[in-house]
């Protein structure tokens, strides 16, 4: 069978999952229906927002599927009649049985780890907060539990140490897209008999979704975790603290790059002291100072500390907000 013959099932809703559709069309592949998340409201307006890959379905002509059941026979059926050979899942939810045994070359996964590392919804975020060196993306084929199933093949990239999560998602969806359109091409050499290997056992991370509270900077944590916390959580959602002002009002205060700053240390700090030099903003730590480079004042637009502190001077630092 030819790429072209191949029908080819795509199921997927960030951008994550676009570079990987965008290069399938791109080699040829026959897409013969998107699958994504229902659009949501969203602000005062409550305007409908489209997911990504939509928005990139739509664009390309193919038709697009909007199930808010995936168990509802209405949906299996009128994905029945498609009649894939195969599916693709990338960044979407979890599928029932009915729908991932459906084709005959069956389902497989891009997932943004080197499985069984950091099975679930946050994975590179995560590989970063936890101060990884290397992490990467994996293709396997689904069952039952999720992010389990028998990996077709994996590849790894290094993260550099003051890299952040947005660096790192933007490498691993472009290799990922190049290892979706590999496995497509083995599943087509192999008529499906692809040879693969089962995830090894003792070896699971979890990954679990990023809350707000999983934003917030413990500054009586030692330095280098406070830099992963932030770089793990840059551009998006950011890591955040609290600032009081001259007024004595507590406002919210985003934090997207820092540093290490062992030259700041002085005896007298104490986790959570404000240190503040003319161009230079560091926060005192467990062991040594972090000094802020990017932030963004709630209400306000992202800019480097030197820029913020020509309008605002901070007086300290909220360690219970």
């Not at 290490?260 to 404000?274: F, R, S, V």
């Not at 161009?279 to 800019?303: F, H, N, S």
Request: glycine content about 6%.
């Amino acid at each position: 069978m030819k790429k072209e013959d191949l029908r080819i099932v795509f199921l997927g809703t960030p951008e994550f999952a676009v570079k990987s559709l965008d290069t399938l069309l791109e080699n040829g592949c026959n897409v013969r229906a998107v699958i994504t998340m229902p659009d949501k409201t969203a602000g005062r307006g409550h305007k409908l927002l489209q997911s990504d890959v939509k928005r990139y379905a739509v664009a390309k002509g193919l038709p697009v599927l909007q199930p808010a059941n995936l168990k509802d026979p209405a949906f299996i059926e009128e994905l029945r009649r498609i009649d894939a050979d195969l599916f693709i899942v990338i960044a979407f939810r979890m599928l029932p049985e009915a729908v991932w045994s459906m084709p005959r070359l069956g389902t497989f996964n891009l997932h943004a780890s080197l499985l069984p590392r950091y099975r679930g919804a946050a994975p590179i975020n995560r590989a970063v907060m936890n101060g990884e060196k290397t992490t990467g993306v994996t293709t396997f084929f689904l069952k039952h539990e999720i992010d389990t199933g028998d990996i077709i093949a994996q590849r790894s990239i290094d993260i550099a140490d003051d890299e952040d999560a947005g660096s790192v998602h933007d490498r691993l969806m472009n290799l990922g897209a190049e290892m979706v359109m590999e496995t497509v091409e083995t599943i087509l050499k192999t008529d499906g008999d692809v040879p693969v290997q089962p995830q090894p056992q003792g070896e699971f991370i979890p990954a679990p979704k990023i809350f707000t509270e999983t934003c917030l900077i413990d500054w009586s944590a030692d330095s280098e975790t406070v830099h992963n916390l932030v770089r793990g959580l840059s551009p998006y959602p950011a890591a955040f603290t609290s600032v009081r002002d001259s007024h004595g009002d507590s406002l919210k205060l985003k934090v997207f790059k820092g540093r290490k700053a062992p030259e700041l240390t002085a005896p007298e700090l104490k986790p959570g002291d404000l240190i503040l030099l003319k161009k230079r903003m560091a926060v005192m730590c467990a062991d040594t100072p972090y000094e802020i480079l990017e932030l963004q004042l709630q209400g306000k637009k992202r800019m480097p500390a030197e820029a913020f502190l020509l309008g605002f001077t901070p007086v300290a630092i909220d360690m219970e907000k």
